[in-house]
């Protein structure tokens, strides 16, 4: 799973791809355009500025529906305006890895990633990505490492629990470590809570106790559980042919 929304936060993200980085309003006003005398017939600086901007936002704009559309090349195409324009923002070099990530060059998602880090290090999203792609490519033990160091600097971050969750439920790894995780008697305000119950049914063979957390959350959260439902398929775990033996 890829993620895009822009900060670390409690639980502010609605899914996978359709993407808290466009919340908002997106599109700037202009500044009103500074023309010089008639006779020059001068675009000015601040309106060259403002359409560059929208130049820029669209090119966002219609990548990011191309990715959620499963248009990965025609994605990275439209992506070229704004990478050209916004080299250096995190959140354009995150969204370019987001699709390499999904056309499965690995390398390549990594240096945006990477890219998107060294333009601001503590960007939530890239941060994420960089532990997602070690499990993509089935490294398990650093995999876990990664995002269990990311959940001491990052304790209340629910998102980050969880994937160390699935992570170790797919490993069967440190149980004490993974009982201790999401293991409050009663949710918390996000579907990390309901999801990781649900995980646990599944690890234990117990697809129907693991669908009716599922279908609470769904009740309670809505659109809010797609980016755990996501991060759920890709585990394995709810896949009866990947059921670890108990």
Same mark, same amino acid.
Request: proline content about 5%; aromatic content about 8%; hydrophobic content about 40%.
């Given at each position: 799973?890829?993620?895009?929304?822009?900060?670390?936060?409690?639980? =502010?993200?609605?899914? $996978?791809?359709?993407?808290?980085?466009?919340?908002?309003?997106?599109?700037?006003?202009?500044?009103?355009?500074?023309?010089? /005398?008639?006779?020059?017939?001068?675009?000015?600086?601040?309106?060259?500025?403002?359409?560059?901007?929208?130049?820029?936002?669209?090119?966002?704009?219609?990548?990011?529906?191309?990715?959620?559309?499963?248009?990965?090349?025609?994605?990275?195409?439209?992506?070229?305006?704004?990478?050209?324009?916004?080299?250096?923002?995190?959140?354009?070099?995150?969204?370019?890895?987001?699709?390499?990530?999904?056309?499965?060059?690995?390398?390549?998602?990594?240096a945006s990633?990477? !890219?998107?880090?060294?333009?601001?290090? &503590?960007?939530?999203?890239?941060?994420?990505?960089?532990?997602?792609?070690?499990?993509?490519?089935?490294? *398990?033990?650093?995999?876990?490492?990664?995002?269990?160091?990311?959940?001491?600097?990052?304790?209340?971050?629910?998102?980050? =629990?969880?994937?160390? $969750?699935?992570? $170790?439920?797919?490993?069967?790894?440190s149980?004490?470590l993974?009982?201790?995780?999401?293991?409050? &008697?009663?949710?918390?305000?996000?579907? !990390? *809570?309901?999801?990781?119950?649900a995980?646990?049914?599944?690890?234990?063979?117990?697809?129907?106790?693991?669908?009716?957390?599922?279908?609470?959350?769904?009740?309670?959260?809505?659109?809010?559980?797609?980016?755990?439902?996501?991060?759920?398929?890709e585990?394995? $775990?709810?896949? /009866?042919?990947?059921?670890?033996?108990?």
């Open positions: 799973m890829i993620v895009l929304f822009p900060k670390t936060f409690r639980f =502010e993200m609605r899914s $996978l791809l359709v993407i808290c980085l466009l919340a908002g309003p997106f599109l700037p006003i202009p500044a009103a355009a500074e023309t010089k /005398s008639a006779q020059g017939g001068l675009v000015g600086q601040s309106s060259q500025s403002s359409q560059g901007a929208l130049n820029a936002d669209a090119s966002i704009q219609a990548s990011s529906a191309a990715l959620e559309n499963k248009k990965y090349p025609q994605a990275l195409l439209a992506l070229e305006s704004a990478l050209q324009q916004r080299g250096n923002d995190p959140s354009v070099l995150n969204l370019k890895g987001a699709i390499l990530t999904k056309m499965k060059d690995y390398s390549g998602a990594e990633y990477e !890219a998107a880090l060294k333009a601001s290090p &503590d960007y939530f999203p890239a941060r994420y990505n960089v532990g997602a792609l070690l499990a993509l490519r089935q490294q *398990w033990d650093p995999a876990i490492t990664y995002f269990r160091n990311m959940l001491i600097e990052q304790p209340n971050n629910e998102l980050v =629990e969880y994937k160390l $969750l699935l992570l $170790l439920l797919h490993q069967d790894a149980k004490q993974h009982e201790r995780l999401l293991a409050s &008697d009663s949710p918390s305000g996000t579907p !990390a *809570w309901y999801y990781a119950k995980a646990r049914a599944y690890q234990k063979g117990n697809p129907s106790e693991a669908a009716k957390y599922i279908e609470v959350a769904r009740s309670v959260f809505g659109d809010q559980t797609v980016i755990f439902q996501e991060e759920l398929d585990s394995g $775990l709810s896949n /009866s042919k990947n059921h670890l033996k108990k």
